[in-house]
């Protein structure tokens, strides 16, 4: 539900003024002097606060409607039992809500993305994220999502049919290659067998990861959710499949020390990525009312841009049908 502030007919985000960021910020207990600059975010939207001491905190305004109150709290109750057992998770100093928005409020912690040619960079980030699961594995969400089929693939599948987002002459086309490419995934799922659910960080890509000389520290767990551990490990790997092996057997050599990881999952590392891929499209359609969006993603709904993703789902079909990446 938009804030009651917001002007008809416009984005609820459109409420979101300094005014309010700032104000915000003071209520939490942290007195702004006046400056801020938006961050790079698209989901919700993130802003630098600079305070009368001249220090300065991350303030982050979910977007409406994606999570509830529970489920904010619950992510923010994970990123601070992690900080709690010393594994570098910046979690939020302060949880609440202006003006109509949910917002935490975060330190501010610099770094740069990690260089992942380098395997001792990847063994480190390994090993904190098998910290990270470990502790996942020790409890359940209660009211955050699991990754699956359903959500991640079938769901934005339908409302990008339901929509008419793919051009009508590539449609086909796109619905033989995501029906392919779902049923492939499911027997990746079902070749797995059944495979632990646990707490995962749930967008570990490198842009989540900053570094700096003291090593790797971790932000946004915005997606997580419960599912299975390779979800946090496959977005380190690139590249052809030796080089991914060697990757990944350098992550191994990390995560292993704090987590086992269940072998029979490496059989979910395409299938994964395919999930995401399909789940990718969803998102982009469905946050277009959003002016952000057709601003930094012009590309989005070209004719180009869905010729691309057939032929990356007959790709992925592809890497489906051959055997389990092995480190």
Known sequence: MAPASAPAGTHSYAALTPEVVLDACDGAGFRADGRLA?????????????????????????????WTHEQIEEEHAFARELAGREIPVVAPLHTGTHAGFLFALYPRRG????????????????????????????????????????????????FLLENDFVPPDLLQ???????????????????????KSIRLHGDCHPGNILWTDDGPHFVDLDDARMGPAMQDLWMLLSGERA??????????????????????????????????????????????????????????????????RILELREQIALMEEPPLAP
């Open 38 to 66: 938006p961050l790079n975010s698209y989901e919700n939207r993130v802003y630098q606060v600079w305070l009368e001491d001249g220090s300065s905190r991350v303030l982050k305004f979910y977007r409406q409607g994606r």
């Open 243 to 308: 080089a991914m092996s060697r990757q990944l057997s350098h992550v191994l050599a990390g995560y292993e020390d704090f987590a086992e990881l269940d072998r029979r999952e490496l059989q979910l590392l395409e299938a994964l990525r395919t999930l995401r891929l399909i789940h990718y499209s969803g998102w982009l359609a469905r946050r277009w009312d959003d002016p952000a969006f057709p601003a930094a993603f012009p590309w989005f709904n070209t004719q180009r841009y869905w010729q691309d």
């Open 111 to 158: 770094g740069r993305t990690p260089n992942l040619d380098d395997p001792k960079a990847l063994e480190w980030i390994g090993r904190f994220i098998g910290r990270i699961h470990a502790v996942g594995a020790a409890a359940a969400f209660r009211t955050r999502p699991t990754l699956d089929l359903k959500s991640f693939g079938h769901e934005p599948r339908a």
């Open 173 to 195: 086309a796109w619905k033989a290659a995501t029906e392919q490419a779902l049923a492939a995934v499911q027997r990746c799922f079902v070749t797995a067998g059944r495979i």
